[in-house]
């Protein structure tokens, strides 16, 4: 109580510079550990720019700021199609809080990132001359983003011929679509908590996308992720026309839609032969596989709930389809220019029609007869029966006339015997 008193007894004077006081604290410029990182560029004259002579990009000759001893910039480091910069040293920076962004540099060659650790993000597209990007020691990103989160890589930097990242465990999203046969390293990468943009890429330890996974693979023979487990959003597959083989072994779950199709500016698709998604039991949209002009083999032989449409479209070649314990469909077409292909399915009238919900409308549950047979498991009391083996044939009996000449003649066969027999009695 007393305590509270002599709060209560403050003096008016006092209470006003406190109020004052705070006022000032409250609306003060932030600390430079919270406040948004500075822009930072080379000088416009400089060929070799290092870190050390970063200038503001709001007036082009105040420093950037020094490297602390812990190996932190303060700053985000961004190049555009003004710089003249021919390389970019960034040794000894091991913390960037803000973001680096390479954007349509004219002159830029080289990029040296060899310790950098954490970055609030990286950005980097349409560098014509830069020919390599290696970030050996970088783990993740923390701090201020740049223009997307995560790491972004982009086919327009066409001079690429190598982009590692192989300490890299986890991001927000991750795009890197290095151009021509180009793969980017992304070995470590174990969880995404966006999503997942790539075009050739070594995804050895990737368990989980939260958000979509589209892999565009314009000049990859393999896409392959062979522990991912989970797809929160939409899983593309856009596959080349040299793609053989797609390695998703472990693929359980896909939140959104499937889509596997060729991708249609590389011409045709004829070296994919069997696709098997051995592991995947739902799909939580549509199941779309398309325009595989080589496709012979497709199963989903544990597959049991397809959200949306099941959609097979365009694919001559293809022989057999393997979907015996599907559960749950809303609409199935299946077309194309294929012939006698081989449904399997569960044991329900109808075949995939019977477990479908929807019916008759936008060429929904489009199935040609003619093209299509369900193939039922053995047993199942809708599979064709064999046909029961014919009864023994019955003589066909003669006409009268045969028949009284048959009944003579063996008459005449039992009669001669016995007078025979009764001339030797004699």
């Known amino acids: 109580a007393r305590a509270l008193m002599a709060r209560s007894s403050t003096p008016r004077a006092a209470t006003g ?4 006081a705070f006022v000032a604290l409250a609306f003060a410029p932030l600390a430079v550990d919270g406040a948004t990182p500075p822009s930072c560029k080379c000088p416009a004259s400089s060929g070799a720019c290092t870190a050390a002579q970063l200038v503001r990009s709001s007036d082009g000759t105040t420093a950037c700021g020094a490297v602390d001893g812990n190996g932190k910039l303060d700053a985000s480091v961004v190049l555009d199609s003004t710089a003249q910069a021919t390389s970019l040293d960034l040794t000894g920076v091991k913390t960037l809080t803000g973001y680096l962004h390479l954007s349509a540099t004219p002159a830029l060659t080289t990029l040296k990132t060899g310790d950098l650790v954490t970055a609030g ?15 050996p020691e970088l783990t993740g990103f923390a701090g201020t983003s740049g223009p997307a989160a995560g ?5 327009t930097n066409a001079a690429l011929v190598n982009a590692t990242f192989p300490k890299l465990a986890t991001a927000s999203n991750v795009t890197c679509e290095a151009p021509g046969g180009v793969a980017c390293d992304l070995r470590s990468v174990t969880h995404l ?4 943009r790539v075009r050739n890429a070594n995804l050895a330890e990737l368990k989980n996308v939260s958000g979509d996974a589209y892999f565009d693979e314009h000049d990859g023979a393999t896409v392959a992720a062979e522990k991912l487990e989970h797809v929160g ?3 593309t597959l856009m596959l080349s026309k040299d793609a053989n083989e797609v390695k998703l072994p472990k693929l359980a779950k896909v939140d959104g839609k499937v889509l596997v199709d060729e991708y249609s500016a590389g011409g045709a698709n004829t070296a994919l032969t069997a696709l098997n998604f051995p592991a995947l039991t739902d799909v939580g949209g549509s199941l779309r596989v398309e325009s595989l002009d080589g496709l012979a083999v497709l199963r989903c032989e544990e597959l049991r709930n397809i959200g949306g449409a099941l959609e097979l479209r365009l694919l001559p070649a293809l022989k057999s389809a393997y979907f015996q314990k599907v559960e749950k469909v809303e609409s199935v077409s299946i077309g194309g220019d294929f012939k006698d292909a081989e449904v399997h399915v569960p044991c329900v009238a109808g075949g995939l029609l019977g477990l479908t919900t929807a019916s008759g409308a936008n060429n929904v549950n489009a199935v040609p007869t003619d093209r299509v047979t369900w193939k039922w498991p053995d047993g199942c009391s809708h599979a064709p029966k064999a046909p029961d083996p014919s009864p023994p044939s019955t003589p066909t009996p003669p006409k009268s006339g045969a028949l009284a000449v048959h009944g ?12 025979a027999w009764g001339v030797r009695l004699r």
């Open 17 to 20: 510079v406190a109020v004052v």
């Open 121 to 135: 993000s990286i950005n980097i597209e349409t560098n014509a001359a830069l020919t390599a990007l290696s970030f």
């Open 151 to 155: 790491l972004e890589v982009l086919k």
């Open 193 to 196: 908590a966006g999503a997942l």
């Open 233 to 235: 959003g939409d899983l």
């Open 408 to 419: 003579a003649t063996s008459g005449f066969a039992i009669l001669v015997p016995a007078l």
